[in-house]
Structures are given as structure tokens and as C-alpha cells.
């Protein structure tokens, strides 16, 4: 359907669109009008060890040298005992009746407390705030008192960040407003492509091909005044303008009003699934056969994600996991729209292989922004700035590790750079190995893999190294001899060139995992502290989570590995949800290989299974799906091996047709004969 025939339909739809779009812009000034400006106070306060601990070697008897991550469950046990209602008993008592926070310092691995209160009075917030950070300290010592610690082992707390002045906080202000516009335009949209499907099914049940024309006339007559506004559009199209935005806009600047999940990229991505919509509605297109099992499995997620959901409104949160909820259910549709648009939108196998290689050719751009990152020792995504959007990601720079710069392109994260090129490496090796594009120059068919694979290892992290392994162990053994024994040597070769090219970078990233190994490297200390902080949050609700999008580092900390936070947000119900989604790319992957009638078929079944594992093993590397550009590529590349399968599965019946005629014509003489 062109955005031509959408516009008529709206039209002559006029009596949905104009009352809902004015009501919902009423709704909007209302809240505008009547919504106060709230603001917030800050201050942080370390935790310090005893006086008796700290006189040993090797901190000489200064506490703040030894206040390290032994003290994270002591803070942990206090942020506890501050949220707990006895604790917002005694401070009403005192004064602060306005909304506090307790929790620890954003990406920081020490026992490091931020507290916050949140009003509408100025003044009162920063007494609030005074009040709190008095109080935490004498609650610590309430709690040592009651377990009888000797005054000598006692830990003490440490004013880092005095009470700061109060600045507006008018982000959640600006977002009950968008919503209340934005539901009231969507269901407007939706009920007038509503009615006009109806419409024309009634027509046609009434074989009324007359009047089914007549609007098509008019629509022509029309496109022709509107122009470009006729052209068709399809599901390939819109995700390559997705694409474009999730590429080359730094995944880390967003909309102010969305928080994080408001990137061009998810906002057209919402844009095309109303497309679609509209477009399925309107009985102008069928979901592609043989598609549905992806979009099963992701209904499945979205029951773990709605039930979340549910279990963090009957609970007593905060919010600004409120927030962080209606932030996850945004960027949970976004995800449905990418599976919808490449596995029930895209009707042509031709335009899906054009959508695939605009992905490698694109994602091979963005490795190249990459190398240019870690020659020149910048971060080209720190230059861009986009009016109107703002940063994410809390401390985006430039980040080092030994003496390297870690690239990361145009994503908010090295690691998040590494976890993308690893799912898309894959098919830039199919599309090399392809015997269609044989007839190209080498540079374009095999310049996206020396792109993709030369620059993982420049993260200098151990998940793309992981990804690069995981990749080469899927895809090379089940290649011919000659190619497994000429793609070993290459890889062999590459190592050599890249420790030639670039002295100690080998070494850096051996060093990384033999650190590991010997668990004495500091990152994988951080993280193992922070696997033993999160399991009180999982008993608390081990079924259905604390809600999809809450567990922040802002209000909490990083967890550093998606099934751990999918735990904490969805429960055991996510995380089944989670692997289900993991596997099923990977049954597409195998059953794509088993359906393929070409070499070519399957090698791609293979990059998709290869994919699929990589991305289910990096996951517990890093949150994956908390950062856009990975979490948009594995879910277009699931939606995509579902699309591919259902193709393979419409070629394989179709082949089996003739093949079952052919065996009755020849079985025909036999059986007029014994008659």
C-alpha cells in the first residue's frame, strides 16, 4: 500500500481521525497545564571500612583506599534497609514525604550509594535530601549496633557528594503528554484502517466489484496530484531506511521524551509496523506462509514481557521503574516490528536477498568507521550530534584497555559493536561464497568479511573473540576439504598480520582470557560480585520478574550478562522466553539447510544457524538486547530466517507436486493393465 492510499483512506475516514486527534491533543494540554514541574536532588555517599581492618597492609591504615568491593553487600544491605517501610516510616516522620531513592552509583564497582529525592517544592527537596543522606548513615549504624559489631570493625559512610540544588526534572512530564497524543493518533489511525478493511470485505462478499473500483480510481487520480505519495512501498524498503537510521545515527542519542528505546531507528521502526498494519487491514497484503512459528515464539516473549509487566504495577516501585516498564514495552514493539516486517511483509525472495546484502554492505561501513576509531584513537560518534536527540547512555567516550583504543563505531558500546558484527559476519561469508556473485570484483565480495572480521579483534574484548570462534566452529566444518583447510590458513595468516601490524594486541586480548582462566582479572571480578548482588532481587520474584525495562543501572547496576537480566526483569518465564527465541533462530538455521535445493541455500541456512549460536553464547557476555543496534539486528536476522524458511518451505512442496504427478503418470500403464 503507498503512503497515497493511506492518506485516503484517512480521509474518508476524517470523523475517526479529527475527534480522536483533537482529544488526545486536548488530553496533552491538560496535562500540560495541570502536571507540575518536579524537581530532583542528589548526593552520594561511600561506605568506608573500619579503622581495625584498614591498619592492614597494603592500605596503611586509610580507609578510603580499602573501600572496596568487600563493602558492596554491606551497601546492598543498607539500600535494603532504606527501602524498606519502616525506614519511610521514621523519615516521614522526619520530613520527607516526597518520593527517595536509594541505590548504588551508575557504572561504578564500588560500594558507592546514590540517593535522590524527587518534589515539586524546590526548597523542601533539598531538606529532603539533607534528611536522607543523615539518615543513611545512622541507619548503617543502626544495623552494625544491632549485630554487635566492636566499634573498632565498625564501617562508616562518607559524604562524596554533598545534597546537590535541585534541577527540574521535566522529562516525565513531556512523556505523559506523548503518550496521551500518541495513543490517541494510533488508535485513530487504526480504527480507520479498521473500518475501511471491513468495508472492503463487505464489498466483496457482496460482489460489488464496481464499487471496490471506484476508490482504486480515485486513488489513482489522486496519486497522480500527490506523486511521490503513490509510489509503492514495501516491507524492504521501510527496513532499509531502518536500517540507514540504526547504522549511522549513534545508537546512544535518542529522543528525550522515549529515554533510550527512542532512537530514529525503533521510532520509524513503530512507524513501518503501522504500515503494515495498515496495509494487512486494509486487505492489501497476507502474512507469508510459512512464517509463523518466529512470530509464535515471539508472542511468547510477549506474554513473559506483559506479565512483567503486570507483577511491577502491583508491586510497590518506584518511578522511575515505571517508566523503565513503559520504556520496555516500547522497545518490545519495536522488536515485533522488525520480525513482522522481514517474516510476514516481505512476499518476494528476490527483495529479501536485497535486504540482506544492504545489511552486510552497511554493517561493513560501520566496521570500517570502526578501524578509523582505533587508528586515529577517537570515537567518530562522539562528533555527531543530531538536533533534537540527546544521549542515552550515561559516560559515552572514548574507552582504552592497555594500550589500545577500544572502537565503537557508531554503537553506544565496544562490546555492543563486537556483538553485532559477530551476528552479521556470518552472512557477508555466505554472500562471498555465493556462486551468483562470483562474476564481482574480490574486493566486493569478500571486502565486508575483511571489514567485519579485522575488526573484532580491535575491541580488545573477549566477546568478539568468542564470536569469531563460535562462527568459524559452525561454519567451517561443513565445508568442502579444499575450502576448510584454505579458510584455516587464511585465519592462521591473520593472526600473523595482526601481530605484525599491531605489536601487542595478541598479546593483550591471550592476556585477557589467561586473566580469566586464573580469575584474577578485575572486570571478571566485578561482574562475579555483582551475580552474588542480584540474587536477593531474583527471590524476591522469581516467576515473573520485577518488570521488563526496571532493573536500571541508574536505580540498580549493570549486570553485565542478558539471562541474568532477564531473570531479574522477566523471571523464569523470561528466561524461557529468551531461549525459546535463541533456539528458534536456530532451528531456522538447520531447517533452511535441510530444505535447500542449492549449495548457496545451504550455506545461508548455515550462516543463520551460525548467527543464532552467537548470539546466544554472547549474551551472557553482556545486557545484549539493552543496547538498540545489536537488539534491531538479531531481531531483523530472526525475522529474516523466518521469512527464508517459509520460502524454503513453499519451493520444497512445490518441487514435491510434480514429482508426486510424475510417479502417477508412471505408475498409470501398470494400473490399466491389471484392470
Sequence with gaps: MSLGEIWAILRRRWYFMVPFTVLSLLGGAYLYATVPV??????????LDSSAVARLAPTFGNPISNAGGSLIVTADVLIRALESDDAARELHSRGVTDPYTAGFAPASDSPLLLLGVTGTDRAKV??????????????LNVLQAASKVPPAYTVQTASVVLPQTPVAKSKSRYQDIAAVVIL????????SILMEGVAVVRRRRQGGRRAVARPRKALAVHGARAGWLNRRVDATAILTVYLVLAFFIPSNLALPALGGVGTPANVFALLGLLWYLATWLGGRILPAPGTRPVRIAMCGLGVAVLVAYVADAMRDSSHEEVLGADRGLIGFLVWVAL????????????????????????????????????????????????????????????????????????????????????????????????????????????????????????TVSRTSIIGLLLVAL???????????????????????VFKVLIPGLIGTITGLFASFLSNSDSSTQARTVKYSAIVPYLKEHPLF??????????LYFFTDNQYMLALAEMGVLGIVALLVLFVTGIHHGGAVRRLARTESDRELGQAFFASSVVAL????????????????????????????LGFARREAAAAAVPAARDDLEAQLPELLETR
Design 38 to 47: 518536579s524537581y530532583q536532588s542528589q548526593s552520594s555517599v561511600a561506605l
Design 126 to 139: 533539598l531538606e529532603e535530601t539533607d534528611t536522607l543522606t543523615a539518615f543513611a548513615g545512622e541507619q
Design 184 to 191: 490517541g493518533v494510533v488508535s485513530a489511525f487504526l480504527l
Design 339 to 458: 520480525v513482522v516486517l522481514t517474516s510476514a511483509g516481505v512476499q518476494d525472495r528476490g527483495r529479501l536477498d536485497v535486504l540482506m546484502r544492504r545489511v552486510v554492505v552497511l554493517g561493513s561501513v560501520v566496521a570500517a568507521i570502526g578501524f578509523y576509531d582505533f587508528f586515529a584513537a577517537t570515537n567518530v560518534a562522539d562528533s555527531l550530534h543530531v538536533p533534537g536527540l540527546q544521549t542515552s547512555v550515561a559516560q559515552v567516550s572514548v574507552m582504552d584497555r592497555g594500550a589500545f583504543t577500544r572502537p565503537r563505531a557508531t554503537t553506544a558500546q565496544p562490546l555492543e559493536f563486537a556483538g553485532m558484527l559477530a551476528i552479521l559476519l556470518p552472512f557477508a561469508i555466505q554472500q562471498a561464497l555465493d556462486p551468483v556473485r562470483r562474476h564481482l570484483h574480490v574486493l566486493r565480495r569478500w571486502g565486508p568479511v575483511a571489514l567485519m572480521a579485522g575488526a573484532l579483534p580491535l
Design 474 to 496: 559452525v561454519m567451517v566444518p561443513r565445508w568442502k576439504p579444499a575450502r576448510r583447510w584454505a579458510a584455516i590458513g587464511v585465519m592462521t595468516a591473520s593472526v600473523a
Design 545 to 554: 520478574g520485577r518488570g521488563f525495562g526496571t532493573f536500571t543501572p541508574d
Design 617 to 644: 553464547v554472547i549474551s551472557a557476555t553482556f545486557d545484549s538486547l539493552s543496547f538498540p543496534m545489536f537488539a534491531g539486528m538479531f531481531f531483523l536476522m530472526l525475522g529474516a530466517g523466518g521469512s527464508y
